[in-house]
T-cell receptor, first 111, second 115 residues
Framework: GQQVMQIPQYQHVQEGEDFTTYCNSS?????IQWYKQRPGGHPVFLIQ?????EVKKQKRLTFQFGEAKKNSSLHITATQTTDVGTYFC???????????FGDGTTLTVKP | GAVVSQHPSWVICKSGTSVKIECRSLDFQATTMFWYRQFPKQSLMLMAT?????????EQGVEKDKFLINHASLTLSTLTVTSAHPEDSSFYIC???????????FGPGTRLTVT
């Protein structure tokens, strides 16, 4: 079945440093979504990427979808303490209506 | 917009009893809802896809007779954990698919503890 792998599992950064998490699927995706989950909270939808090579920005966050639609990345510029949490990618296969979540990358930011 | 609620937010039950969790899309209709389970510090594991007016589709390894799903209306799906055991203790999260933009919106989750 479809597998979605996310790296790294954990990332500790100093406030102001950049952060990137990578998501790789074993199969081609129809779309990929990114979520953020704060400790003790529930996943919150951040963005969806659909097109091959698509790049979207939300303030300090930059999302990319690979040309082959099998990988994606989330990059945060100049991290802030409010960025802490676990970032999940979820890839939706081309033949299924469900999404498979990666294991998440937990970001901690040292002030 | 696109708010999903879950009830209860937490529940403690005795082993052998059944617990029902509700998932509601408050400001949109959702023909498809998903039920996930999340263990501490782990990812979300899809349990089943709930389709309004039809039987749920369960993921491999999920017992359909133990986790009963009913999606009787476009705004409500329920998950009933039958004959609960301590190993069923977990965080259960639902999501509703906002069809027109193909986005999932998650509920706040239900923390189930079986004693």
């Amino acid at each position: 079945g479809q597998q979605v792998m996310q790296i790294p599992q954990y990332q500790h950064v100093q406030e102001g440093e950049d952060f990137t998490t990578y998501c790789n699927s074993s199969t081609t995706l129809s779309n990929i979504q990114w979520y953020k989950q704060r400790p003790g909270g529930h996943p919150v939808f951040l963005i969806q990427l659909v097109k091959s090579g698509e790049v979207k920005k939300q303030k300090r966050l930059t999302f990319q979808f690979g040309e082959a639609k099998k990988n994606s990345s989330l990059h945060i510029t100049a991290t802030q303490t409010t960025d802490v949490g676990t970032y999940f990618c979820a890839g939706r296969g081309t033949n299924a209506g469900k999404s498979t979540f990666g294991d998440g990358t937990t970001l901690t930011v040292k002030p | 917009g696109a708010v999903v609620s879950q009830h209860p937010s937490w529940v403690i039950c005795k082993s052998g009893t059944s617990v029902k969790i509700e998932c509601r899309s408050l400001d949109f209709q959702a023909t498809t809802m998903f039920w996930y389970r999340q263990f501490p510090k782990q990812s979300l594991m899809l349990m089943a896809t709930s389709n309004e007016g039809s039987k749920a589709t369960y993921e491999q390894g999920v017992e359909k007779d133990k986790f009963l799903i009913n999606h009787a209306s476009l705004t409500l799906s329920t998950l009933t954990v039958t004959s609960a055991h301590p190993e069923d203790s977990s965080f259960y999260i639902c999501s509703a698919l906002l069809n027109r933009v193909d986005e999932q919106y998650f509920g706040p989750g239900t923390r189930l503890t079986v004693t």
